[in-house]
């Protein structure tokens, strides 16, 4: 239909150039658009302009067993993904060549070390089920784009520059729903994108705000703690 994709492209500097944008690229070149959609998750920086001041990226990881061992099999009876209501809790689920996905952490201190990351996920799981230890074979990281009010980012941030972004670990359900919605505004066809307009785009407070959401997640891991132990 015309459109023209650019693969391993990375994004330096987006700049005003007229009624649209130019975008340095890999080894300095530059592409015009008319419009441009930042539909990055936590793994964007400065080069994203007015959406840079918005996103704070926090990391969480995966583990993934091998394939796991029949007393285990038994306690978790499901294929269901299994998350719990501690609120600074992880979620699991048995995948169907019987390994266990184990997700766990919000940080933004975090480590990309495979070992060290399943060696994490190994402590994590054993909160949960003690008496096992099954091998962890995979562990990787993964970083997720927050606003600090938890709220998506979708819309104009100026003229002719969107957000499609601070969709929190949730994406696989509300990224794909709002970028039809934007799409539909882009094209014309809709005003729906106006529902968005009542999420504010807070400040993400700068380098403080690494530091604030890292005191927020410990505070609620102690809340967690207190709760258990009450109960």
Not at 17 to 27: A, C, H, K
Not at 145 to 159: N, R
Not at 166 to 190: K, W
């Amino acid at each position: 239909m015309g459109g023209r994709i650019f693969q391993n492209t990375t994004l330096g500097a987006i700049a005003r150039d007229g009624t649209g944008f130019q975008l340095t690229v890999t080894d300095g070149k530059t592409i015009h658009a008319n419009r441009v959609v930042l539909a990055t998750g936590g793994y964007g920086g400065s080069e994203t302009g007015p959406l840079a001041r918005h996103i704070l990226s926090i990391q969480t990881y995966i583990g993934v067993t091998a394939p796991i061992a029949a007393d285990i099999r038994r306690a978790i009876k499901t294929d269901f993904a299994v998350g719990d209501t501690r609120r600074a809790g992880n979620y699991y689920r048995m995948l169907p060549d019987d390994r266990l996905l184990w997700g766990h952490g919000i940080t933004t201190f975090g480590t990309h070390d495979a070992a060290r990351i399943k060696t994490n996920t190994m402590r994590d799981f054993q909160r949960i089920y003690p008496s096992a230890a099954p091998d962890f074979e995979y562990g990787w990281a993964g970083n997720m784009a927050y606003a600090v009010h938890q709220m998506p980012l979708v819309g104009q941030l100026q003229p002719g520059l969107f957000a499609l972004s601070g969709f929190g670990g949730h994406g696989m359900n509300t990224a794909p729903i709002s970028a039809i919605v934007l799409a539909e505004a882009l094209c014309g066809q809709s005003d729906r994108i106006k529902l968005f307009d009542a999420i504010p785009k807070p400040w993400n407070m700068g380098k403080a705000g690494p530091f604030a959401v890292e005191a927020q997640y410990c505070l609620l891991k102690m809340r967690d703690y207190l709760t258990e132990r009450r109960g």
